[in-house]
């Protein structure tokens, strides 16, 4: 339950938050829109409410940001407290759903959302959360039929697209997931999320189109390091190793001393550019961050053997074995280096 909740969160709330454009056709409450993101502004939300404490907008608002640093108690509180000034508040309902979603309650994200749906037949909002429920449960048909009603309702609708999206990918139809994401990223130009499933969709198929869409995933997101990560990963496994460090490079200028980008950078110049001094040196670098890394550990015996070394290399591998007997490559590389 509590994985479940993570990843609801993750997908959800984002989309409760970030999908604040009325969508064509749609009756209903939409929401209003969310800028703020720190106390500050929490703080400025409070003044508001001393002014008009009978704004249920202004609860939603401060719940929203509230959730998003972890307050649930305290999101809860408002939720509660603008639903009584409205019980039929669509901005409200979808909130406590995330509230919900936070907590791991899937009897009551399914009432709130239900009762979002009655209170508002054609707000697609619900139908599109009920729909990234059901997919998550595993509930595929469910999904897709949410999905569907939704685009009945509304076809421009780019979140409905981008879940059709994932319905599909979940059905190993690339061809038809494609199609989706690139609808979605048509009707919302800055739709990050459908932008990266269409630069991975294309990696899998080994197309350089990729690099261009990791690339417009950046331009639109450019604070999420996340996608420079992915970005690096794809070029390092794709032929563009120099590209690969020069990413890497930019978030160590981010993240100074982060073991897993030092870690790949050690694994690029290993493999691909086959600079085992550099190698070496960023193997060294991850084992003072964390001296338990196995992983560093191995590679360092890598770089050793590339480098003729066999005799420390074997010593490093069953350094490794003595305390990680299962750790299947060190097995694999003593018997390869033999006596």
Do not use: W
């Not at 508001?48 to 307050?71: G, Y």
């Not at 909002?125 to 048909?141: C, D, T, V, W, Y």
């Not at 697209?161 to 690339?174: C, E, K, Q, V, W």
């Amino acid at each position: 339950m509590k994985k479940l909740a993570l990843i609801l969160i993750s997908i959800l709330i984002v989309s409760s938050c970030t999908d604040n454009k009325p969508n064509k056709g749609n009756a209903g409450t939409k929401e209003t829109s969310v800028v703020v993101s720190n106390k500050t502004d929490v703080d400025i939300l409070t003044d508001s409410i001393k002014m008009d404490s009978l704004n249920p907008s202004l609860f939603v608002n401060r719940a929203r940001i509230n959730l998003a640093n972890e307050q649930v108690s305290m999101a809860i509180k408002d939720i509660n407290y603008a639903l009584s000034i409205e019980k039929d508040n669509i901005d409200a309902l979808l909130v406590l759903a995330d509230i919900y979603y936070a907590l791991g309650d899937e009897t009551n994200i399914l009432m709130t959302l239900n009762k979002a749906s009655e209170y508002a037949p054609l707000d697609t909002r619900p139908m599109i959360k009920l729909a990234e429920l059901s997919f998550l449960q595993g509930n595929i048909r469910l999904a897709d039929a949410y999905i569907e009603k939704a685009l009945d309702v509304d076809r421009f609708n780019p979140r409905a697209y981008y879940m059709r999206g994932m319905i599909a990918l979940s059905n190993n139809d690339t061809i038809n997931a494609l199609k989706n994401y690139m609808t979605a990223r048509v009707q919302q130009e800055d739709f990050v999320d459908a932008i990266i499933q269409i630069a991975h969709i294309y990696a899998s198929k080994e197309d350089t189109l990729a690099k261009s869409f990791f690339k417009e995933a950046i331009a639109v997101s450019p604070d999420d390091y996340s996608l420079y990560y992915d970005y690096a990963m794809y070029l390092q496994d794709n032929g563009f190793p120099e590209e690969a460090l020069s990413y890497y490079d930019t978030l160590l200028n981010i993240m100074p001393g982060n073991p897993n980008f030092i870690y790949n950078k050690g694994y690029v110049y290993l493999v691909y550019l086959g600079d085992n001094e550099k190698a070496m040196e960023c193997f060294d670098m991850v084992l003072q961050y964390e001296p338990n890394s196995v992983n560093a550990l191995f590679n360092k015996g890598r770089t050793y053997e590339q480098m003729g070394d066999y005799m420390k290399a074997k010593s490093i591998y069953l350094q490794i074995l003595r305390e990680n007997p299962d750790y299947q490559l060190a097995v694999d590389a003593v018997n390869r280096i033999g006596e």
